[in-house]
């Protein structure tokens, strides 16, 4: 009985564990990047022939403690290598090492070679060759805690390597990679029912072509030739002959019964040529329809009528004009597998949540991959229509009862005032009845945003929605109290502004470690088109904790409008950029809106694609607003600060606003024009300006101007104040 460990990418360990024991392997039990397994040789060549995850297969030849170069010297030399190998073969060794004294793999690897070659030296006066390319056996030697494990690398080559490659996309997946995507997408079934492929980013064809030949039953290693057992001096020929020779027979079976049902589009011709010419090499291009479209265009093909899977590895981008540019490449790819593949499935692969989140569809499943050393998420999608759930009103308790009484006469209070200052999103509640502590936000939304032009799409529009936030529960109320009260909050809310239970935004908190938190939000990757003010903004009101837009800032964005008709307008922390897009509608010269998130930089270019504010005079940085501002030299006119009240990052320093205010607002005197004014506000409660500020400063607590009158019951939501520099200290330096 042989001892094996068949190698592969983190992430497909129990993927690979399920295919070796459909090969044979019984005992097969998952490891870290790789899967134990034993049995004798044929299950050996078996795996390696049609394994379509593993990366390698190892049989295991010694193992011996090795806490020095002498002890792994020794150790080499237990096995008797002219039972493996002959003298006038070649040999190569791969040697890795961790937790161990000998930490060079490169001087393990020579070590290594030194006692093999001294062996045959030492017995014949003559020694084998080293090739590292394609040598008569490949050795590996691991190291882990001192104790040395030697295999024979049976594939020689990765086995992702098929033989079929001809050339790649800018960023080809490797093929076992693709094959986990593939089979945790469901493939296979959706093959048997008749449903089609299509890649609709295609690049040098890897999944499409993987996809056929694993559903034309053609062994994924049947191309290669070259494997690490060729040379070997215990090699079986007769076995292998008997496995090539029935992977043969399947292959050609799978082929003559496998339709035309695979699709791939690139944009790139040049791409496509490649993906053809790979396709030909895998003796699948007959079965390809491959042609130049763009993912924004995509269509579903007319003669598949059995469904399908979309799957695809879409670009991601590391500079914010990339992102910005695939944040619509990725809205609007999401939006054509809603509107163009109904009743299909779906599955992605992205190493940026941010970007997935663009889709505007839920995943049902997530799963962690690695492509190399770079960690993705695949995510997987039905694209089956979901019925509206008929809406039942169930009867309110009596708390329930009296929270909807409040909410109907806190509504009505307001509602005047809102229909005359034309106000659509606004506060209806914040805890009024001190056992329901939460706040409740209306938002009157005019549709989604489909990414694409003014954002409207079908449906019936306007609508009312609703979002609530649970305020963390005294601590003397049982955490079931504190759960059926706010189950009875939210269907009081329900009826009280008949709003439907999937129209209503839950931010749940729970008790943990360092204080109350918010629970996992959602994934409905839902954005609304809102009204301020004559403008246009986007919502997400399930998948983040903040909607973005903050409603008690609706007067302060005003009066900023009413302040920018000609200046130069500086955003920092602008999150959404709602007060930049404000500003803009205002007349402000220029703006520029600093923020060190990506996500919410473009959804702020998308808050002014939908106002008409395009250009250059309307810039979006990403970075970190301090460091920013140390080497920023241009002045504004009124800069407008809204920092959070803490901030850690990976990509910059931790932010306090207590702690830090005073030298931010000095970096922004620097930057401000003579006359200028800076408006911060932060929404810390037990904020105090630090004196240093008012040396510089002449300050103004602006803060009940900037209070909405529905945020009355929480006057205290945020600070705000108005800063002009004092005569006699620079504007501009």
Known sequence: MLTLFATCPKGLELLLRDELRSLGADDAREALAGVHFSGDITLAYRACLWSRLASRILLRIDEFEAGDSDALY?????????????????????????????????????????????????????????????????????LYRNRATVSMDLSGTPLHRRGWRQGQGDAPLKENLACAMLLRSGWPAIHAAGGALMDPMCGGGTLLIEGSLMAADVAPGLKRDYYGFAGWRQHDAAVWQTLLAEAELRAANGLRALKAVFFGHDHDPNVLNEARRNAQSAGVAGFMHLSRQSAEHLKRPEECEAGGLVICNPPYGERLGERASLGELYRAFGQRLRTEFPGWRAGVIISDDELGHLLGLRADKRYVLYNG???????????????????????LSEGGQAVANRISKNHRHIRKRLEREGITCYRVYDADIPEYSAAIDVYTVLGFDDGDGRGMVHGTFPQTWLHVQEYAPPKDIPEITARDRLRDLVNAAGVAMDVPRERIAVKTRYRAKGGSKYGRLEERNEFLL???????FRVNLFDYLDTGLFLDHRPARARLRSQARGARFLNLFCYTATASVQAAAGGA????????????????????????????????????????LRHDREEYDLIFVDPPTFSNSKRADDFDVQRDHAELLALCGKRLAPGGTVVFSNNSRRFVIDDTVRQTFHVSDITAATIPFDFIRNARIHQCYELRLLDGHAAFS
């Open 74 to 142: 020794a150790g080499i030399q237990q096995t008797d290598w002219s039972t493996h190998l002959a003298v006038e073969g070649t040999f190569a060794i791969d040697a890795v090492s961790g937790a161990s004294a000998l930490t060079h793999t490169q001087y393990v690897a020579l070590r290594s070679k030194d006692a093999i070659v001294d062996q045959f030296r030492d017995r014949t006066g003559e020694r084998p060759n080293i090739d590292v390319e394609r040598p008569s056996i490949r050795i590996n030697v691991r």
């Open 373 to 395: 050393a770079l960690e993705c998420r695949l995510l997987t999608f039905d694209l089956t229509p979901v019925a509206p759930r008929e809406r039942v009103v169930r009867p």
């Open 530 to 536: 809102v009204d301020e003010n004559g403008l246009r």
């Open 589 to 628: 010269q220029s703006t520029v809106s600093v923020d060190l998130s990506a996500t919410y930089l473009e959804w702020a270019a998308r808050n002014f694609v939908l106002n008409g504010f395009t250009g250059s005079s309307h810039e979006l940085v990403q970075a970190d607003v301090l460091e920013w």
